[in-house]
């Protein structure tokens, strides 16, 4: 828990450093689906997609009248996927996979007008995004007619969990405690188009991709992360 604070405290930070008093605020919230591309000595694996949702602050500061803005924020973002695995041996199986994040992008803003004073704005973005992992885990629920029960991997930690003494000692047999596979710091690129109306209702689309292989070992491996989201936002 300490260290989920720590992590929080450095991405306000970071945030509160790019801000001034005479910014403009505004509160977002929006729709996010993630695809975390793995490859594995230069052959394409499978995609892993998640969907959730993002809410956040940020702030403008001009640079050039209307024209030309900085636009940085700090955002959370939830993100879930599960399955169905197939049953083998009379032993069923969904695995659950979370993934939530502390986002800082720091976005460059040009804009203009379609209506006059600000009643229709047409803008673009671009900028880095600055991201630190607070839980990258799958959750495998099992039943079955000999054993049953939940085992987690979290890929920050390399802690496992498990809801029985019968599964803690069928994990320790085959997976090794504290393996951490994945990185909690990415750095993403990206951008977007929106619009905004009446002076203060926001609506936009962006795309960012991982730049930060987020696989830890020393392998023949990457793994690197894009996310699409579509948000609203009300200026302050």
Not at 43 to 63: C, M, P, Q, Y
Request: no cysteine; net charge neutral; charged share 20%.
């Amino acid at each position: 828990m300490k260290s989920y604070f720590k992590l929080i405290a450095v991405a306000v930070a970071i945030f509160a450093a790019s801000i001034e008093a005479s910014a403009q605020f505004g509160v977002n919230i929006g729709y996010m689906t993630s695809n975390t591309r793995p490859a594995l000595a230069g052959i394409d694996a499978h995609n892993s997609r998640t969907n959730g949702f993002t809410v956040g602050i940020d702030s403008e500061l001009k640079l050039i009248g209307n024209f030309l803005s900085i636009q940085p924020g700090l955002y959370y973002q939830h993100l879930l996927a599960s399955e169905d695995i197939a049953e083998i041996a009379g032993l069923a199986a969904k695995n659950t996979y979370s993934d939530f994040f502390l986002a800082v992008p720091i976005h460059f803003k040009l804009g203009f007008n379609i209506i006059p004073d600000r009643m229709l704005r047409l803008y673009v973005f671009a900028g880095p995004t600055f991201e630190i992992g607070l839980k990258s885990a799958d959750k495998i629920s099992l039943s079955g007619r000999d054993i049953s029960g939940e085992v987690s991997y979290n890929y920050y930690t390399g802690e496992f969990k498990t809801s029985s003494t019968e599964l803690d000692n069928l994990v320790a047999s085959y997976f090794p405690e504290g393996e951490k596979l994945y990185g909690r710091f990415d750095v993403m690129l990206g951008g977007g188009i929106g619009l905004q109306v009446i002076k203060f209702l926001d609506i936009k689309v962006g795309y960012d991709y991982g730049l930060v292989n987020r696989f830890r070992k020393e392998m023949d491996k990457t793994v690197n992360r894009g996310q699409f989201y579509v948000g609203v936002g009300v200026r302050i």
